[in-house]
């Protein structure tokens, strides 16, 4: 089974210079319940933005550069490459960034989203989601809190056979 994970703004914004656009500890929350235990893909950016790998998931890093290492993490040199080292019946999360997301929509079976209710100016984008393809299994509204500076909501969409 593979999935996408992602958090993305109105216009489809999800970062810039390698940084998120907002903070919304839910969104961060659901990410460590979805994702605990399994294979997360990344492209090799979407990684350096972490403080370091996250923690009880295998990192899969995607890049083109050949000399790449990182202890304790598998890297690879293609989307292919990187689902191929993963597991027969193990759930994987392709967890960004913008041109990792565009090759795996072809080949995922689930978007778990966070819709974030507002636009953002953005150097990385989330690729538009087809309804011909994808189906909105699930939906939670979320408004926004002392926490959450934005309205969000969490959404399910399932690949139609």
């Known amino acids: ?14 970062g810039k ?4 656009l907002w903070h919304l500890p839910d969104d961060f929350k659901r990410f460590k319940q979805l994702t605990t235990g399994h ?16 923690p009880n998931r295998t990192h899969v890093i995607i890049t083109r550069q050949t000399d790449y290492e990182y202890e304790g993490c598998i890297v690879v040199g293609s989307l292919e490459e990187a689902l191929q ?8 999360f392709v967890i ?3 041109e990792i997301y565009a090759q795996s929509m072809s080949v995922a079976d689930v978007i778990e989203l966070t819709r974030v209710h507002a636009d953002f100016e953005a150097d990385t984008f ?10 909105l299994q699930h939906e939670e509204h979320h408004a926004k809190d002392e926490k959450h500076l ?7 969409f399932v690949k139609k056979s």
């Open 1 to 14: 089974m593979i999935k996408i994970i992602a958090a993305a703004a109105q216009n489809n914004a999800l």
């Open 126 to 135: 989330f690729p538009e989601i087809n309804v011909k393809d994808w189906e």
């Open 85 to 92: 080292v993963v597991p027969k019946n193990e759930e994987v």
């Open 150 to 156: 934005y309205d969000y909501t969490f959404q399910t």
């Open 39 to 54: 294979y997360i893909i990344m492209g090799r950016k979407t990684f350096e933005s972490f403080p370091k790998p996250l």
């Open 17 to 20: 210079d390698n940084q998120l």
């Open 96 to 98: 960004g960034g913008g």
